[in-house]
C-alpha cells in the first residue's frame, strides 16, 4: 500500500497570507491527524479528523483550522501566517490506534 | 495534563554496542506508547506500538518495554549500527482519541 502523502513538500510564504497543505492517508484509513513540529516546542498536536468530522483538537489558535472530504483526504488551512508558524507540518493516518506519518511539508514564513 | 519526558536529549556510542533510551510519563492513563525514528527533516517511521495492556513489544533488534505504573518505557537496540543513527520519539496515546503526545526525543549518533 502506498503510504501518506503530503503535498506540497516545500513552501515559503509572506506574513499575512494564508496557505493550504495537503494530506492523502493510507488507504483504508479513516483517522487524519495533523502535528506542528519546531525546534522549541518538538511535536504539538493540532487537530484529528474521523469520517469528515473534527473529533480532537489541540491548543492552537483559530487560525489554524482543517477539514476532511468523503474520500478521507484532509486539509489544514493557516491563515495570516505569523513567523513563528514557520515549521515541519506532519499528517498523520490511523487505522488501529497506530499512526503512520508522512514525509511534512517543511513551511517557512518571511 | 500529560507531560512525556526523554533522557538524554542526545547519545553517542560505537557501533555494535547495545544501548537504552528512556522515555517518562506523568499521567498512567494511557491508551497506548509508540515509539517512532525520524530522520534528518523527514517525517516519522514508526518503531514499536505498545498497547497499554501490555508490557513490552519487539521487533528485531528492537524491543521495547512498558510500565505503566511507574510512567516509564525503554527502547532497547541491540548491536547498535551507523544506520541507527537518528532522533527518537516516544508518544503515548490517550482514550479512544488519535492524538499523541510526544517527547522532545533523542538524538542517537552511532560511530563506525
Known amino acids: 500500500k502506498a503510504g501518506v502523502t503530503q503535498t506540497p513538500r516545500y513552501l515559503i510564504k509572506t506574513r499575512g497570507q494564508q496557505v493550504t497543505l495537503s494530506c492523502s492517508p493510507i488507504?483504508?484509513?479513516?483517522?487524519v491527524s495533523w502535528y506542528q513540529q519546531t525546534p522549541g516546542q518538538g511535536l504539538q498536536f493540532l487537530f484529528e479528523?474521523?469520517?469528515?468530522?473534527?473529533?480532537n483538537k489541540g491548543n492552537f489558535p483559530g487560525r489554524f483550522s482543517g477539514r476532511q472530504f468523503s474520500n478521507s483526504r484532509s486539509e489544514m488551512n493557516v491563515s495570516t501566517l505569523e513567523l513563528g508558524d514557520s515549521a515541519l507540518y506532519l499528517c498523520?493516518?490511523?487505522?488501529?490506534?497506530?499512526?503512520?506519518f508522512g514525509p511534512g511539508t517543511r513551511l517557512t514564513v518571511t | 495534563k500529560q507531560e512525556v519526558t526523554q533522557i538524554p536529549a542526545a547519545l553517542s556510542v560505537p557501533e555494535g554496542e547495545n544501548l537504552v533510551l528512556n522515555c517518562s510519563f506523568t499521567?498512567?492513563?494511557?491508551?497506548?506508547l509508540q515509539w517512532f525514528r525520524q530522520d534528518p527533516g523527514k517525517g516519522l517511521t514508526s518503531l514499536l506500538l505498545?498497547?497499554?495492556?501490555?508490557r513490552e513489544q519487539t521487533s528485531g533488534r528492537l524491543n521495547a518495554s512498558l510500565d505503566k505504573s511507574s510512567g516509564r518505557s525503554t527502547l532497547y537496540i541491540a548491536a547498535s549500527q551507523p544506520g541507527d543513527s537518528a532522533t527518537y520519539l516516544c508518544a503515548v496515546g490517550r482514550g479512544s482519541q488519535g492524538n499523541l503526545i510526544f517527547g522532545k526525543g533523542t538524538k542517537l549518533s552511532v560511530k563506525p
Open positions: 505498545i498497547q497499554s495492556s501490555q
Open positions: 479528523y474521523f469520517s469528515e468530522t473534527q473529533r
Open positions: 499521567d498512567s492513563a494511557i491508551y497506548n
Open positions: 498523520a493516518s490511523s487505522l488501529d490506534r497506530r499512526q503512520y
Open positions: 488507504s483504508g484509513h479513516r483517522s
